[in-house]
């Protein structure tokens, strides 16, 4: 069984306690560091959920994997507070779940987070969607990955005062 397939298993566990309490939220600078470690998976998630589906001459098609490649750079340092926020929010879900993945080594867990994240775009994102996202992509593509996360938090943020901040169990705390 392989890494991510042990993540998603044990993540079916976690919406029997999720519904018990409400996840912690996460500050802007969290949020931000969960999108700049999050944006190279998720952006493969969107390559391999949208590919299909879009014309030969869309920007995921053409320059979507040079795109994550290039955003790779920046995960290595929001991987510390990344984690911290990953582990803030599985704390609430499922204590033990969260307490496994901590005292997990980096080496071994980053790539169940990133392998969860590419199924998790590649499963639910809907397809009617991956034009628009295409196109938001193409918009957001030329920032340095750090501007294009804290521009995620950013926005996050200012969604977080009527109450609409949130990204699966992340939210951003209302400011």
Known sequence: MGRTT???TVLT???VTAQAAEPPCLAPAEFSAVSS???PSLIRGAISRC???LPSTAFL?????ALARK?????????PTAKAAFLKVGTIMNP???GLFGAMPDSAL??????SMVNMVGQRLPIDRCTSLDRAIELVAPLPAANAAKLVGIAAGLWAGDGRARLGQFSVCKT
């Open 51 to 53: 590919g299909p589906s």
């Open 110 to 115: 980053r790539p169940m987070v990133d392998g």
């Open 6 to 8: 042990v993540l998603a």
């Open 13 to 15: 566990l976690v919406p």
């Open 96 to 98: 033990q779940v969260s």
């Open 61 to 65: 098609r053409t320059s979507g994997e």
């Open 71 to 79: 955003y790779d750079a920046g995960r290595i340092a929001a991987w």
């Open 37 to 39: 470690y999050a944006l």
